[in-house]
């Protein structure tokens, strides 16, 4: 669950945290950074009948299950797009949703009596911490905790952000406790520390009564939160809002991640700024990223006809332009955004010409086309780590030493994996997609001086693209003239696939399709592309260990969901079959049961059975299954073009 500030809360089903990212309240103290878990988790137990029952579940060091209330769980399913939690006890049945409030620092527990023969009464204890979502809490520290009859207001340090919590109906007894190694398993997975120490301040008490909710309420905000039930009503009303543009036809699978596409979307600054927003590129570690922002803009949001947000979000973007570049990301402690990428930039391109495509905005354009000639001039002129257009062919050449600036973007300490200095053809082929964008915009607006400027580097660039046709093997080659000399970079990889899923491409059509073939055949498994061929002596097939051994592998073989959309356009584009090329996305239905639930996740093994790794849900996965979905603009680009 999200609040569409960067803050979130997640879990597992049977309750136990196995991530230190998993919390009741992880809220977003300077939006959408410095995230900060507050909340742990909710303990529950209920007695009834004479009987006491405990609902919780954790993991601690040793292997010790402590609270096993997963063995009374009845059901567990998602609505509205939030997760509900049915708990059966002898002949009661006990009804728990979580969920946040949107705009505000803000968890919500719901719990409801639904079937019960006599009264049935619910203790909760709540697990609380204050540290950054990357780090663990250890040890006893010196909370500054005070009680009323119905709530707990909590300071963890001088200068903390305070937070309460509160009942809805019921009382709170202070009783403070520390409770020692909670073991989060996906971490040990991951080589990193897996123990967390939690503070509980007391419990909570209510009597249930049949049909009529009872409210926890955990908030950051200074003003009082906002009643549960007015809180649902608005995500019902929200999540049935942004189904709505989808066909009737559309499958229960693709109405989730319309929904699920929400998630993603975040507020820069604080309340009292004027309103900007992002993209947040992936849950749970992942801040906004420029390249992730403009990939995932067309699937997130013209595509479900957010066209305000749309708009929004590049003006936002276009804000930050500095050097002729688009920022990679926005670090998390609110340093200053880092330029290191080749590709974000150009990747704008493309989002605004597909808002465009959508909705025509002549307000926009004015407002952004200057920007956009700012860029291309830097870019042929020369900008930041070596990028600028080579005066020999006319072609994009990018990177210097230590430096990785494209999406395969693998670093460990001072080791990068896949630096790719040269011309990489996927950022060439962007640059040729740019160029065009830009020649119709500066045509538009009668620019003739930008737009011969533009046609000019189109036409040196689209011809020697041909440099990148690899004979040999029926492919382009992935790296031209790497390494500062004439190397050809021959590997097996998909990022030629982006050559044809773009509009403009100068390939032919035999080779368009070669092209495709060879990604099918080397690189396509159902949950995504691999980013480097099985045959290559240098590929990765599992994605695991430490950080150093998980960063090598991470574009070594490693499987990426959000290739599977520019694999379909570019085999809709060759063969002209849509229903045949939607049917390559139609097996990432499974995923939304699999790992987090309603969503798509960053990664897969590139090994077989491709199991699900890195980011749980990522925005650009997401993205590029709704983005492809609309059928009336999978037609070949290139017509659609003329058509408009």
């Known amino acids: 669950m999200t609040n569409g500030l960067g803050g979130f809360a997640c879990g597992t089903v049977a309750g136990a945290n196995t991530r230190r990212y998993h919390g009741f309240l992880m809220a977003s103290l300077s939006p959408p950074v410095e995230r900060t878990l507050l909340v742990a988790k909710i303990e529950s137990s209920v007695q009834y009948l004479g009987m006491e029952t405990d609902l919780s579940a954790n993991e601690f060091a040793g292997g010790t299950i402590s609270g096993q209330g997963f063995i009374h769980l009845e059901s567990f399913t998602v609505e509205d797009g939030i997760p509900v939690w049915r708990y059966a ?112 301040p007391g419990t909570f008490a209510t009597d249930l009564s049949l049909q009529r909710p009872v409210y926890l309420v955990a908030t950051a905000e200074t003003r ?15 999540s049935q809002r942004l189904t709505a543009p989808l066909p009737r036809t559309a499958p229960a699978w693709i109405r989730t991640l319309a929904q699920a596409s929400d998630q993603f979307i975040v507020r820069r600054g604080s309340a009292g700024e004027a309103a900007a927003y992002s993209i947040l590129a992936g849950y749970p570690w992942f801040t906004d990223w420029g390249r992730d922002t403009m990939i995932a803009l067309p699937g997130l949001a013209t595509s479900l006809r957010r066209y305000d947000l749309a708009a929004g979000i590049l003006r936002t973007y276009a804000g930050f332009v500095d050097g002729g570049m688009l920022p990679n990301c926005f670090p998390d402690g609110g340093e200053p955004p880092a330029y290191n990428t080749a590709d974000a930039t150009l990747w704008m391109f ?102 011969r400027f533009c046609e000019s580097l189109l036409a040196r660039a689209g011809a020697s693209f041909a440099r990148f046709w690899n004979e040999e ?36 059509q035999e080779q368009m399709r070669a092209v495709v073939d060879c990604c099918g055949r080397e690189l396509l498994t159902s949950h995504g592309l691999r980013s480097l061929s099985p045959k290559d002596p240098g590929y990765i097939g599992r994605y695991w260990g430490d950080g150093r051994q998980r960063d ?46 309603g969503s798509i996740g960053e990664i897969f093994d590139g090994d077989a059975p491709h199991s699900a790794r890195g980011c749980f849900a990522q925005a650009w996965s997401v993205a590029e299954i ?15 073009r003329k058509q408009l």
Request: aromatic share 8%; hydrophobic share 45%.
């Open 89 to 200: 006890v002898a002949d009661a049945l006990l009804e728990q949703r979580i969920f946040m409030a949107p705009g505000a620092n803000t968890s919500y527990l719901r719990l409801e009596l639904l079937r019960a023969s006599a009264p049935l009464r619910v203790t909760l204890k709540p697990l609380i911490t204050y540290r950054d979502y990357h780090s663990h809490g250890r040890g006893a520290q010196s909370f500054q905790l005070e009680a009323d009859a119905d709530q707990c207001r909590v300071q963890a340090f001088a200068g903390a952000r305070p937070y309460r919590l509160s009942i809805s109906q019921g009382r709170y007894s202070a009783a403070p406790a520390w409770y020692w190694n909670f073991w989060h398993r996906m971490e040990a997975e991951r080589g990193l520390d897996p123990l967390e120490d939690l503070l509980t």
């Open 224 to 238: 009082a939160p906002a009643p549960g039930d007015e809180v649902l009503a608005a995500m019902k009303t929200a």
């Open 350 to 451: 493309q989002a605004l010409d597909d808002y465009l495509q959508a909705k025509p905005d002549p307000d926009l354009v004015r407002d952004l086309f200057p920007v956009l000639m700012t860029i291309i001039h830097a870019h042929a002129e020369g900008t930041r780590y070596g990028i600028h257009v080579d005066p020999a062919d006319g072609l994009l050449h990018t990177g210097e030493a230590g430096t990785q600036l494209t999406w395969m973007d693998a670093k460990h300490g001072d080791e990068v994996f896949t630096p790719r200095i040269g011309k990489p053809v996927e950022i060439n082929a962007l640059w040729l997609n740019a160029l065009d964008v830009a020649v119709r915009l500066a045509s538009a607006g009668r620019n003739m001086r930008e737009k």
């Open 473 to 508: 093997h029926a492919c382009l080659f992935d790296v031209i003239d790497a390494d500062g000399g004439s190397t050809l970079d021959a590997r097996i990889r998909p990022n030629q696939i982006l050559a044809v899923s773009l509009p403009c491409c100068t390939l032919s």
């Open 552 to 597: 090598a592998a991470y574009h070594m073989g490693t499987v990426w969901g959000w290739l599977l959309g520019p694999f379909a356009r570019a085999h809709y584009r060759v063969h002209g079959d849509a229903r045949l090329a939607q049917s390559f996305l139609e097996p990432m239905a499974q995923q939304l049961n699999s790992a987090c639930l």
């Open 626 to 640: 709704t983005a492809f979905l609309d059928l009336p603009r999978a037609q070949d680009p290139g017509e659609l």
